[in-house]
């Protein structure tokens, strides 16, 4: 349990970072580069302490592993977009941003002993 509670802990941080990342994105501000690596970093933490936990027979984290795969995919794909064109794409933004927001709160509720599974 140490392991999904300090992954938690990370993607609470990689949240707020996102959060502050999509409001300056979404107001036309700039985001430093500094942030984002920020936030890619705390969201790699995260997930490695997921795995852990998973490799560890933490059975109820596999979905959020595969979820946390298509969410980074959606989130370089936009960081890609918006630094080779300078547009972003905010239809990226906003489904990495949901299913970060789904991915939290199961592992969220794991975390704190809520039943999700049958």
């Known amino acids: ?6 992954s938690l802990a990370a993607f609470t941080l990689v949240a707020l970072l996102g959060l502050f990342m999509a409001i300056d994105l979404f107001r036309g501000v700039p985001v430093s580069r500094q942030l984002v690596l ?21 059975t ?9 795969v298509v969410i ?6 936009a960081a890609h977009k ?8 905010k239809g990226l933004i906003l489904a990495h941003a949901g299913l970060a ?5 199961i ?4 975390v704190f002993g809520v039943k999700i599974t049958g």
């Open 1 to 6: 349990m140490i392991l999904l509670t300090a």
């Open 38 to 58: 920020t936030h890619a970093g705390f969201a790699v933490l995260g997930a490695l302490l997921a795995i852990g936990a998973a490799l560890a027979g933490n």
């Open 60 to 68: 109820q984290v596999y979905v959020n592993i595969a979820l946390v």
């Open 72 to 77: 980074v995919l959606l989130g370089v794909t």
């Open 82 to 89: 918006r630094y080779t064109t300078g547009q972003v794409q």
């Open 101 to 105: 927001v789904i991915c939290y709160l």
């Open 107 to 110: 592992l969220a509720a794991v």
